[in-house]
């Protein structure tokens, strides 16, 4: 199963003239970063087929010890003074919660993974969910399948695809030309080019407050305070959005009455999804709006009682949106990371977290997790964390920690902005942890520049700092002297056309 996802899904400093098409696969994005790890041979530096079991804090030595399994099951420690989260925001996924699910006898898959050596061809099949996966999923499997069955028992704004204005038509994806391949190949300018232009395109989509537009089909709709609750272009958007909607479910009342939210425009996810509403209209597919809430041997039973007696069951149910790893995370006093994130996880600018020095999370609670391509955002969050390590390395010090006072105000502020934002707005979302009324834990209270702006420098007064000559925090400098003064080939000069030093 090939999941559509943004052409955007490449380094800033990486980018790839090859792309088949707008929207690229999973598969091609693997081959890209398959590209990537060997072109800057950096597999040397990864140790595969070995599982995390937990990490702890050792206070004492300044120091994370990690307790590892190999393939063959053996167990190992490690130690790092640095330790980085980059599991992913959404790294484990969940079958749903539903009895007899161990009792059904037919195929059974979530669509996180996927069995591909599996032949859907004219099987009857239900699909549990309707957010952003089963959205990619049916209108693929639909023109294969007997019948396909889709529970949506929570309605989702379908938009065009991001960066709509370079897509296709109606957002649609395309494949590029060979002559379009082969000038990116020849001209990395033309490629740079295409590519700011692209990213350019998804920032306005998410700004906040900019004059930008939407384009669909013919039309557009300013997008200045749209993710605002109450505003004008929230409302215009939405409109606009729905009449898009209803034209592609082709005016079905009953779809159009089940499937087109209430909600604020932007309070789940809006989900690209080419082709999805019109697949639900083909004759082959029976949209049931209801949950499922039982499993039998042969099928599954609605909340009405109706069983569908089916031949295999794709869970498109989701993932843990704890914002914590697989493996245990114990800091300092022993605190657990699972236990103090809770149903409430607090992080400094989504990236450290009091109680855990020298720990890193790339995209932890609210951070810009669905404002556009995660790369940029990745990028930078390694920015900072190498800010940090840089003045680690340099000034000895034994670790870092955010302050609770620092978090704790961050917190508050980051509320108080999130009121005025669709995303705080009554819809069950994963941005809220499943609930209806939130708070947001998922997003950041604003644009994805701003958020880049508070990343360029570290407001090292937040932060707990403990150096390891706790009787010396000078000793970094050293006898007085530069490498640079020791070094054959240094340039006593260097100041002169050091542009920092021009104010």
Known sequence: MELRLMRGSQFTWEKNPNWSHFYSSSEEIWRYFKHVATKYNLEKYIKFNTKVKSAIWNEDAGVWRLILTAEDGSQFEDLCEILVNASGILNTYKYPDIPGIDEYTGKLMHSAAWDSSYDLTGKTVAVIGGGSSAVQIIPQIQPVVGKLIPFLRSPVWITTGFGAKYAGPGGTNFEYPKEQIEEFQKDPAALAKYSREVEGELNKR????????????????????????????????RELISDLMTEQLSNDPILTKTLIPSFNLGCRRMTPGSGYLQSLTKDNVQVVPKSVVRFTKNGVVDESGTEHIVDVVICATGFDVSFTPNFEVIGRNNSNLKQQFGDLPKAYLSITVPNFPNLFLFIGPNGPASHSSLLPILEWHTRYLFLMTNKLQKENIKSFSPKASATEELFAHTHELMKRLVWSSACNSWFKMGKKHGPVTAIYPGSRLHYFEMLKEVRYEDYEIEYRDSGNRWRFMGNGYTMTELSVDGDPVWYFDDPFVRV
């Open 206 to 237: 998410f700004t906040l407050a900019s004059l930008s537009s939407i384009h669909m089909r013919n039309r557009s709709v300013t997008e200045f305070s749209q993710m605002h609750r109450n505003s004008r272009d929230q409302k215009n958007s």
